[in-house]
Structures are given as C-alpha cells and as structure tokens.
C-alpha cells in the first residue's frame, strides 16, 4: 500500500480535469465541444470517488462496494446524457444548418 | 485494501414493494404505453385515433397509481410502526416514512393533470414518446423525493431531468422547442455535473452516501480533529448548491428557464413549473437539513458562510430579478418564466427558515403547503397558456384582452389564481406566503439568525409582483374582446382550471386540511433514520464490522490535502 499513488496527486488530477471541462463549457461555443466538456467534469467526479473509495476512511457500517457501484451508476448516466445531446444537436443542426451555440437565439428578451 | 466480503441478498420485503407499488406501477405502464404505440397503433391508425387512445390509455394508468399511492395513506393499511424512519428498508436508499407516502400523491396529482392537459392538443407525432417519458420523468420525480441517499438521489433526479429533456424537444415542426430542448440539455448537464463533484467530495469528506450518515460524520467532525476538510467542505457546499439552485431555477443559474420555458410544449412547461420544481425543492430540503445540517452556519470547519446566508443572498436576488424582469413582458409563458424564478426565491425563503428555525416541522410544513400550492396555480395558468398558444396561436398577454366578458368561467378561474400568486388574503398563495414569513421572523425572535431584512425584501417583492399579475387582470376584465376570443376552450383546459381555483380557494379557506397532513409529513421528512446497526453485531448489508474497518492504517488517513495530519504522515 505505501507504494501507491498518494491520495493527493488523484484528488489534484480530479480538480484540473474539471477545471478544464468548466472552462470548455464556458467558452466553446461547439455544442459537441461543449458536451464533452460536460464528459470531462463527470469524469473527474468519478476520478475522485473510485480514489476517495480506494484510499480514503470509509464510514463504519458503509458497504464495500459503495464508490465502484456509484462510479458505474455515473457512467451509465453519462452515457444516457450524451445520447440525447447528440440527438437534440442534430435536430438543431437540421434546423439551422450549423453547430453554433450562439446562433441557436430565436428566443431572446 | 481487505477482501471484499460476500453480501448476504436483503431482499425487500413484500411491503416495502407494496410501498413503491405507484412508481413500480408507472414505470411498467410507460413501457405498455411505448408498446401500444409502436407495435399496435403506429402506422395503422391516424395521428388523432392514436392521440386519443395513448392518452386514454395514460389517464387510466396515472389514475391508477394515484389510487395505489392514496390507498396506501389508508388507516391500517400500511401499519404505522412500519412507517417509521428507519435505515433498514430498501438498504437505506428509499425513505419508507408518513413523508414519502403523502407527498407521492401530490406528485402524481400533477402528472395526472398534466396528462389531462396534454390530451387536449396533438403537437407532436410521437405520441407513445410522450406519455411514456412523461411516465418516468414522474418516477424519477418520487424516487426523487423518497432518496435517503446520494447514489439513489442522482440517478433520480438524472432520470427526471433527461426524460424532461426529450419532452421540451418533442413538438413537431417547432425550431423553438429544439432550441430550448438544446439549451436545457447544455444547462442542465453542465449544472448535474458540478452538482456530482460536490457529492463526491461530500463522500469523500465523510466515507458515506447515505444522508443521515453524512450527518452524522458531520456532526462527529465538529468535534473529532481532522475529517473537516477546510476549504473543501466549502467548496463542497458550493457546488451541491449550484446544481440544487439550478433544478429550482433560482438566480446565477436561472438562464435557462425562460428560453425552456417559452419554447417547451405547454403541457410540459406546467410539467417543469409544477412537479420538477416540486420535487427539487424537496430534496434540497432533505439534503441540507438530514446531510449538510452541520453547515447551515459557518462551523470553523467550513471556510464559507454556510448555507443559510448563501441561500439567503439567492433568495433576495431571485425575488428581485424575477420579479423585475417580469414588469416588462409581453409574452404570457416569458412573464409566467419570471414569475417561476420569483417564487423560487419566496421557496428559499421557506428553506432558509426551516435552517434556522426553531419549530422546524412547522417551517417545513409552510414549505409544503407552499409548493402544493404553488404547484397548482402555476398548472392552471399553463393551462391557459396552452390554449393561447394552440388554439389563438401567439403568446402574447394582449391576446388575453376581454376574455372575462367572453368565457366568464375560465377568466374568472385564472383570475383567482393570479390573485392567488400575488397572495391576496382569502386565497392559498397568502396563507403560503404567509406562513413562510412568519417562520423566518420567529426564527430570528428565538436568538437565531435575524431574516428581518429578508421577508421585508420579500413583501416588497409581493408588491412589485402584483403589477405585472394585474397587467393580465387588466386585459381580462378592462379591455375591449379582441378577435382571437372567438376561440373556445376544451374541456381539458377548463377541468385544469377548475380543479385548480377550486383547490386554491378551498385550501385559502380551510388551510389547515391540507398543512395538518403535510406539518406531519414535515416531521418525518427531517427525522433521520436511526442506524440500523446499533446494538448488533452485523449491520443492515449483513457485513460484520470487523469486514468493513480498513486494518491498514494508510487507509486511515485524512482524506483531504491540507489537513495537518496528512502532512505529518
């Protein structure tokens, strides 16, 4: 055990990852672009439960598997998620012929 | 890193199935539903035969969990002592309590209506779609409520919000309802994703997912040197309230719900406005009180002000800018849009009271009183934004002009519900106000934190409210009929609208009907579950405790950087 990667340096990895996913959806204007930032910032979420699930004290009485099967619940969200984003970008692309967040505006005031 | 150890199967027993008999029933009936659709009606009948059947076929499936979750409120059928808080049901995941077998009524109740309402028009070809997402959004909707646990509360609270998202793009033929299906989805997720980072560090502050136990190692923590992280459990807070403010569409995160608002199909606007909001605001309650209790005021552990002064400053602003916003529409369902974000911030109001109360069951109950209420009024005025928009064909609040001399009835049931939102005395929409209000004052009476500041922002807020509502009244009553008022109602509007005012004036007169059952679901919706491996050697999974504690003394160590002992080691 004491040769492991630190409990640190994965909660740190964690925090630049969603930290970049943030930033890529603030300041992409893709939507595809967007939604993998999205993908990002989950990722770094599951990153920081599987470390927090190997590596940190679990409460007395909490199950075993608590942060693997949270981590597979996550994914299998995640993956529902993008299914229908990609959907919906295709309907909006059909309909303005582009895949510009910004131009997606026939709603405004 | 010890063995996994084998998990003996707890299966649920028969009346814990029993309890979730509605949402199991739900989501069976949106899969019959999907199934009619696609292997009997589809292709073989025209788009109104088939509108008509599958909403038939739903209304009898929503009745009939509405009549399971209502037969199970029934004296003796549900025996009380089983009916207690208690980690042992369902594993700790789903609360098996007086709270969750009330409030799932209310849930249903709202679907049952909306799909009443979306019988009235066909705007989408996919009709088995529909209904079934608008099954299992409901479902994600009362497991919602029900969650004791964040795993559970997650998936929940993702399966509501993705079937919401399908349903804001199903209108056939409209760029707006893409549009505002896109904008959601894009909020939505980058909102559920910051909502999740802050749950992870939540377990990882405290070892655990399920609610009471976060609070508890909460509590331990104040005391016990090291697990309190410093600024992490503040951005901890933060980020679960991001993702909670955004589901509630209160301020730095109300972008999305004008646009979602406007461009969803009417039916489901007053699916978000009534049961999504509904049952966010419930969870957010049983996530801030059972779990994150500890942090509703800066503990010295949390490098933040605590939650009720963020929810506070949210409350004020959300008032403020809905409210502002609202003076200058045009458009009905963009004005209703502003309005929802208002009465989001009176709601924070109620959740900042119940942290700070003293006599939080009643704080609770105001709330709940509140959120049904609310709940309702808001349906039927989409009711009529949904006849604006199908039958006239525009938005616009002008269109409404004269309608009190034309269709006295449905005029004069709108008008009692916008009454009901300012929150004119014999009606609801007070009594909510009110009670709210006047916990946040008593709050501050019994040395608490003082909400004077807050509820005089929040009167002042009524005040401004009431231009914009009576700018509709005004159209109603003081204008000449326009052209579009030839138009006449159906009956799914009209039943909407009735059950609705007849709701708001009967529970305005007779408050206490309603805030009786739902101050007794208030008091089991904060009672956390006793552990349920007290006195035994083996806990509720069937894990001896020996299995669980880590024997590897790496594996004790504080779990957050900064801490000084982990710096020592």
């Known amino acids: 055990m004491s040769q492991d990667v630190p409990l640190n340096w994965y909660l740190i990895v964690a925090a630049c990852v969603f930290v970049i996913g943030l930033f890529g959806v603030m300041t992409r204007r893709n939507p595809i672009a967007v939604l993998m930032s999205i993908e990002l910032m989950l990722n770094a979420s599951n990153l920081n439960i599987l470390a927090f699930w190997r590596l940190g004290t679990p409460n007395p009485g909490e199950a075993p598997l608590t942060g693997v099967v949270f981590t597979a619940l996550v994914i299998a969200v995640a993956a529902a998620e993008v299914a229908v984003g990609i959907a919906l970008i295709l309907v909006c692309y059909r309909v303005w012929k582009s895949a510009d967040v910004d131009r997606y505006d026939s709603m405004l005031g | ?569």
């Open chain 2, 1 to 569: 890193m010890p063995t996994v150890p084998v998990i003996p199967s707890v299966w649920p027993s028969s009346s814990e199935w029993f309890f979730l008999s509605p949402v199991l029933l739900m989501a069976f009936w949106g899969v019959l539903v999907l199934m009619l659709d696609v292997l009997v009606l589809r292709n073989r009948t025209l788009l109104s035969t088939r509108a008509k059947w599958l909403g038939l076929t739903s209304l009898v499936g929503a009745l009939a969990a509405l009549g399971l979750a209502v037969g199970l409120l029934w004296p003796g059928v549900l025996a009380t002592d089983v009916l207690s808080a208690n980690e042992e049901f369902f594993n700790g995941t789903i609360a098996f309590d007086a709270a969750s077998a009330l409030l799932q009524v209310v849930g249903i109740g709202f679907l049952v209506l909306v799909i009443g309402l979306s019988m009235t028009w066909v705007f989408t070809n996919e009709q088995g779609e529909y209904y079934a997402l608008l099954f299992w959004s409901a479902v994600g909707m009362i497991l919602m409520i029900e969650a004791e646990e964040f795993m559970t509360l997650f998936v929940a609270l993702e399966t509501m919000t993705i079937s919401i998202y399908i349903l804001t793009g199903l209108e056939t033929g409209s760029k707006r309802s893409s549009e505002a299906a896109l904008k959601y989805l894009i909020y939505g997720s980058a909102a559920s994703a910051l909502f999740l980072f802050g749950l992870s560090w939540v377990y990882g502050l405290t070892g655990t997912t399920r609610l009471a136990a976060v609070g508890r190692a909460l509590v331990e923590s104040r005391t016990v040197e090291g697990i309190g992280g410093q600024w992490t459990s503040g951005l901890a807070l933060l980020l679960v309230l991001a993702g909670f403010g955004f589901k509630v569409a209160s301020v730095p995160f109300h972008q999305w719900t004008p646009d979602v608002y406007e461009g969803a199909p009417a039916p489901v606007t007053a699916w978000i406005a009534s049961g999504s909001k509904f049952a966010s605001f419930i969870a957010m309650i049983k996530v801030l009180m059972l779990a994150l209790g500890t942090w509703s005021v800066d503990t010295g552990h949390l490098q933040s002000p605590g939650w009720v002064v963020i929810l506070s400053i949210l409350a004020a602003v959300s008032m403020t800018y809905g409210n502002l916003a609202a003076l200058g529409q045009q458009n009905f369902k963009r004005m209703l849009a502003y309005s929802s974000i208002a009465h989001s911030g009176y709601l924070l109001v109620g959740v900042v009271a119940i942290g700070v109360s003293s006599q939080r069951t009643e704080a609770t109950g105001a709330v709940l009183y509140y959120l049904c209420t609310y709940g309702l009024a808001t349906l039927g005025t989409f009711a009529v934004a949904a006849w604006l928009a199908h039958d006239v064909g525009s938005d616009q609040i002008d269109d409404l002009n004269g309608l009190g001399f034309r269709r006295p009835v449905p005029a004069f049931c709108l008008a009692i519900l916008l009454l009901s939102l300012i929150g004119v005395p014999p009606l609801a929409g007070f009594f909510g106000k009110m009670l709210m209000f006047m916990e946040a004052l008593n709050a501050g009476g019994n040395g608490g934190i003082a909400l004077t500041w807050l509820v005089v922002v929040a009167l002042l807020n009524s005040v401004v409210s009431a231009f914009y509502y009576v700018r509709v009244l005004k159209a109603l009553y003081l204008r000449q009929p326009g052209p579009a008022i030839g138009k006449s109602f159906p009956s799914g509007v009209i039943w909407t609208l009735v059950i609705a005012a007849v709701a708001t004036v009967g529970f305005g007169l007779n408050p206490t009907a309603l805030l009786d059952p739902l101050g007794g679901a208030g008091i089991s919706l904060l009672t956390s579950p006793e552990p349920a491996s007290s006195g035994r050697p083996v806990d509720s999974n069937g894990i001896t405790q020996s299995a669980t504690v880590p024997e590897n003394p790496a594996q004790t160590q504080v779990p957050v950087a900064p801490a000084p002992s982990a710096s020592a080691r």
